[in-house]
Antibody
Framework: EVQLVESGGGLVQPGRSLRLSCTAS????????MSWVRQAPGKGLEWVGFIRSKAYGGTTEYAASVKGRFTISRDDSKSIAYLQMNSLKTEDTAVYYC?????WGKGTTVTVSS | DVVMTQSPLSLPVTLGQPASISCRSSQSLVHSDGNTYLNWFQQRPGQSPRRLIY???NRDSGVPDRFSGSGSGTDFTLKISRVEAEDVGVYYC??????????FGGGTKVEIK
C-alpha cells in the first residue's frame, strides 16, 4: 500500500525558513516524480512544485508564487522528498500535501505569523 | 497559465439522485502526445484529496463506478449517477497538460439536501 507521510510543519515567523519532509513507503520511490500541493485555510488546492525521478534528470518545476524561495529535493536512498521553504510569507500559511499523483499524504500544517 | 473554471460552486443533491459538475479550461487540454491530462479529485471534510478520475475518464482503483468522467478539448464533466452520503465533499478538476504550472479548478461543494 502506498503511504506518504508529511512532517516538519509548524509555526514560523515571516522571513524565516522551514523544511518539510515526505516519507514514502509501499512503492519504489526512486521510480516516481513527486509533487507538493498546498491548501490555505478554507481555500482550494494550489500546486507548489514537482521533482522528476532521477531517470528523468531529477529536475524541478515551481509555481511562480514560490519560485526562488522554495526548493524541492529528494533522497531516493531514504525514500524522502523535501520541501525547503525560505523567506516565508504570511500567505504561505497552508496545509502542505505531498503527492504521487494517485496518492496523497495527510498533509502538514505550516503557519507563518509573527 | 491555464485557468480552470468549475460550476456550480455549490451543489445540493438529494440522496440517490444524480449530480453533475462542469469544468472548463481556458485552452484545449489535448497534449501533443494525444492524451488529455484532466483529473478529478474528491476531498471529503477533514481529509486530504483523493484522485477519482485521470485522463478525463479513467477511474482510479477502488473508485465506485457511480463516478464517471467525460469531455474533450476544453469542456469536461464529472458525474455521480446516484449520490450517497459518503460523496459529500469538495470536488476539484486539475489540468496537467500545459505545465508548469499544474492548475486546479476552484472546487465544487457537494452537499445533501
Amino acid at each position: 500500500e502506498v503511504q506518504l507521510v508529511e512532517s516538519g510543519g509548524g509555526l514560523v515567523q515571516p522571513g524565516r525558513s522551514l523544511r518539510l519532509s515526505c516519507t514514502a513507503s509501499g512503492f519504489t520511490f526512486g521510480d516516481y516524480a513527486m509533487s507538493w500541493v498546498r491548501q490555505a485555510p478554507g481555500k482550494g488546492l494550489e500546486w507548489v512544485g514537482f521533482i522528476r525521478s532521477k531517470a528523468y534528470g531529477g529536475t524541478t518545476e515551481y509555481a511562480a508564487s514560490v519560485k526562488g524561495r522554495f526548493t524541492i529535493s529528494r533522497d531516493d536512498s531514504k525514500s524522502i522528498a523535501y520541501l525547503q521553504m525560505n523567506s516565508l510569507k504570511t500567505e504561505d500559511t497552508a496545509v502542505y500535501y505531498c503527492t504521487r499523483d494517485d496518492s496523497w499524504g495527510k498533509g502538514t500544517t505550516v503557519t507563518v505569523s509573527s | 497559465d491555464v485557468v480552470m473554471t468549475q460550476s456550480p460552486l455549490s451543489l445540493p443533491v438529494t440522496l440517490g439522485q444524480p449530480a453533475s459538475i462542469s469544468c472548463r479550461s481556458s485552452q484545449s487540454l489535448v497534449h501533443s502526445d494525444g492524451n488529455t491530462y484532466l483529473n478529478w479529485f474528491q476531498q471529503r471534510p477533514g481529509q486530504s484529496p483523493r484522485r477519482l478520475i485521470y485522463k478525463v475518464s479513467n477511474r482510479d482503483s477502488g473508485v465506485p463506478d457511480r463516478f464517471s468522467g467525460s469531455g474533450s478539448g476544453t469542456d469536461f464533466t464529472l458525474k455521480i449517477s446516484r449520490v450517497e452520503a459518503e460523496d459529500v465533499g469538495v470536488y476539484y478538476c486539475m489540468q496537467g497538460t500545459h505545465w508548469p504550472p499544474v492548475t486546479f479548478g476552484g472546487g465544487t461543494k457537494v452537499e445533501i439536501k
